[in-house]
T-cell receptor, first 116, second 113 residues
Framework: DGGITQSPKYLFRKEGQNVTLSCEQN?????MYWYRQDPGQGLRLIYY???????QKGDIAEGYSVSREKKESFPLTVTSAQKNPTAFYLC???????????????FGPGTRLTVL | AQSVTQLGSHVSVSEGALVLLRCNYS??????LFWYVQYPNQGLQLLLK??????LVKGINGFEAEFKKSETSFHLTKPSAHMSDAAEYFC???????????FGTGTRLKVLA
């Protein structure tokens, strides 16, 4: 079955450490996204990528970095510059080829990051 | 700028009662509209979407939503609530031709026995 996987499901980090969250999709989607979810705030866009080797900052990119070297993979690094990184992180992808599923975002199961 | 407003961060209904979750959007042109459901510690699952083909959209699990351009609304309904409907629901909008999605702040639905 096609889908999006995120790992790990739970991640603990000490202050001052960088951590990388994994996101992999086998849906052959061009576009991929990272969101941060905090209680009562909905989803906020961190970064998105429309195509391999290209990505754009979202609304809250400070303290985060991404890469898109492969179509299937869009890892997110939470750096020590992110002042309040404890949150639930969601990865999503979207096809761009038209058809019935056009404009639908598919989400991974999420990674819960806690800073100790 | 585009925005999405979900009225009511928490909604409680009795099992078997009507479910109504409200969503209003701001847009100069009709965008694509979505409703997603999220169960605790999980990702979001698409319930239904509006893409201008029909104003009344039917989704999974018995949910439906009606697009009303005059009211800039896309409210989610279900005639009879089930205990398994307890979850958080998000309304989202994406202007046509863009890659960005804007999400509402979510409505947590509680179903009372």
């Amino acid at each position: 079955d096609g889908g999006i996987t995120q790992s790990p499901k739970y991640l603990f980090r000490k202050e001052g450490q960088n951590v990388t969250l994994s996101c992999e999709q086998n849906l052959n989607h061009d576009a991929m996204y990272w969101y941060r979810q905090d209680p009562g705030q909905g989803l906020r866009l961190i970064y998105y990528s429309q195509i391999v080797n290209d990505f754009q900052k979202g609304d809250i990119a400070e303290g985060y970095s991404v890469s898109r070297e492969k179509k299937e993979s869009f890892p997110l690094t939470v750096t020590s510059a992110q002042k309040n990184p404890t949150a639930f992180y969601l990865c999503a992808s979207k096809g761009t080829g038209g058809g019935e599923r056009e404009n639908e975002q598919f989400f991974g199961p999420g990674t819960r990051l806690t800073v100790l | 700028a585009q925005s999405v407003t979900q009225l009511g961060s928490h909604v409680s209904v009795s099992e078997g009662a009507l479910v109504l979750l409200r969503c209003n959007y701001s847009s100069s042109v009709p965008p694509y509209l979505f409703w997603y459901v999220q169960y605790p510690n999980q990702g979001l699952q698409l319930l239904l979407k509006y893409t201008s083909a029909a104003t009344l959209v039917k989704g999974i699990n018995g949910f439906e939503a009606e697009f009303k351009k005059s009211e800039t609304s896309f409210h989610l309904t279900k005639p009879s609530a089930h205990m398994s409907d307890a979850a958080e629901y998000f309304c989202a909008v994406t202007p046509s031709g863009t890659y960005k999605y804007i999400f509402g702040t979510g409505t947590r639905l509680k179903v009372l026995a």
